[in-house]
């Protein structure tokens, strides 16, 4: 198991490289915010609205979101052992919106949450998926399944913030390893999400803020 360093970016800072490297563009390396075309988000129940950008600084629904990744990102592992971060003590968060699409190199899905507070995350392949509480199986397309926990969840109701209720499963079409995306619930002090993927490839987990998000990155196995 390997326990990550929180990679908090502030939007302030994000812009201004964003603005030195004049973008995202096609001569970007793995390792940068590549631009996805085919990017999907959850957004809204239908899954569609513009491309505008929210007031508070955050990609809506059918926006490419090109700063859902960190410009200097943890290098991928070697391995697929399991990725852990702790909460902040004064987290209580909830997933609002999730993001899937497919960059240079990699996939990625992004987890936005509103909030106090920063969540962490235990995040790592399973045998089988299965709901929290419940202990029943959930279906979900592919391979292999990576089980994303947030942690220092809290519910709607406490947050203040509205859980994600968008497609559910969610995908996009041109993704390479991840299939899907399959919301199951919150559940003292932990949301769970499913990522389906093609094979067990190696992946990465850090932190971004301004809006808080926890960004998933699979590495194409090519």
Known sequence: MRRRARLAVPGALLAALLAVTGGCGAGDSASSPATAAGA?????????????????????????????????????????????????????????????????????????????????????????????????????????????SITGAGYPYDTGVEEYSGPDPLSAADTEVATEVVFDATFEGTTVAFVGTK???????????????VVLEIRHSG
Not at 72 to 97: I, L, Y
Not at 199 to 213: D, G, I, N, Q
């Open 40 to 148: 999907t988000t959850g957004g809204a129940s239908d899954g569609t609205s513009s491309a505008e950008p929210s007031t508070d600084g955050s990609p809506t629904a059918g926006s490419t979101a090109d700063d859902d990744g960190s410009a200097d990102p943890p290098q991928f592992p070697a391995d697929v052992s399991a990725d852990t971060a702790d909460p902040s003590p004064d987290a209580a968060v909830t997933v609002r919106d999730i993001r899937i699409g497919r960059h240079d190199g990699f996939d990625r899905v992004v987890f936005e949450v509103g909030g106090t507070g920063t969540p962490g995350w235990d995040v790592r392949y399973v045998d089988e998926a299965s709901s929290q509480g419940s202990g029943e199986r959930v279906e979900v397309a592919g391979d292999a399944v990576l089980q994303v």
């Open 199 to 213: 094979v067990a490839a190696p992946f990465r987990v850090y932190l971004l803020e301004a809006p808080t998000r």
